[in-house]
T-cell receptor, first 112, second 114 residues
Framework: DADVTQTPRNRITKTGKRIMLECSQT?????MYWYRQDPGLGLRLIYY???????NKGEISDGYSVSRQAQAKFSLSLESAIPNQTALYFC???????????FGPGTRLTVL | DQQVKQNSPSLSVQEGRISILNCDYT??????FLWYKKYPAEGPTFLIS?????DKNEDGRFTVFLNKSAKHLSLHIVPSQPGDSAVYFC?????????????FGKGTLLTVNP
């Protein structure tokens, strides 16, 4: 079984809709992260959480919010989706800040 | 400001030969470097890492070299295999107020031809 799972794997939505992407992990890591990948731009950090009570903005947090429901669960929400949020979204976990991160399989989101 | 740069968007090599992927960084506070491999429709997979106290780390066919004075690291794959065809991301972390995060390069697409 995968250590980091993401649901859904693919999602098509319309402009203005609210959507939630979910991430679960069985690695027992306290640190969790949300990234987006755009063609030619690498991976950019959206939000990160060092424990259940800790939420921090990354470099591109505008238009997104997160919820850390438990050590194992970290959700990303788009309150009102727009087309330029079309991207691949990855969740990751790590044991320590700045240490090796382990990624989920990704969610391909398309906003029409 | 791009702190981690992979200047070659793509690289093509023959099976059995060496693949060399390069990465440059600008932040002298970085002290931990990683390489990830990514296949289509999958998340990035950790491949190998190196701490700034070392200049080389080897794991099977994969070796990472770090040249701190040049702020340059490279990943060598010997011998290259068709299954190595993927996008490779260089990442760095450490130092100052940014030690919570990994900074990624834009990736290099490696194609290993049979």
């Amino acid at each position: 079984d995968a250590d980091v799972t993401q649901t859904p794997r693919n999602r098509i939505t319309k402009t203005g809709k609210r959507i939630m992407l979910e991430c679960s992990q069985t690695k027992g890591h306290d640190r969790m992260y949300w990234y987006r990948q755009d063609p030619g731009l690498g991976l950019r950090l959206i939000y990160y959480s060092f424990d259940v009570k800790d939420i921090n903005k990354g470099e591109i947090s505008d238009g997104y919010s997160v919820s850390r429901q438990a050590q194992a669960k970290f959700s990303l929400s788009l309150e009102s989706a727009i087309p330029n949020q079309t991207a691949l979204y990855f969740c990751a976990t790590s044991r320590d800040p700045g240490a090796t991160q382990y990624f989920g399989p990704g969610t391909r989101l398309t906003v029409l | 400001d791009q702190q981690v740069k992979q200047n070659s968007p793509s690289l093509s090599v023959q099976e059995g030969r060496i693949s060399i992927l390069n990465c440059d960084y600008t932040n002298s506070m970085f002290d931990y470097f990683l390489w990830y491999k990514k296949y289509p429709a999958e998340g990035p997979t950790f491949l190998i890492s190196i701490s700034s106290i070392k200049d080389k780390n080897e794991d099977g066919r994969f070796t990472v070299f770090l040249n701190k004075s040049a702020k340059h690291l490279s990943l060598h794959i010997v011998p290259s295999q068709p299954g190595d065809s993927a996008v490779y991301f260089c990442a760095a972390s450490g130092g100052g107020g940014s030690n919570y995060k990994l900074t990624f390069g834009k990736g290099t697409l490696l194609t290993v031809n049979p």
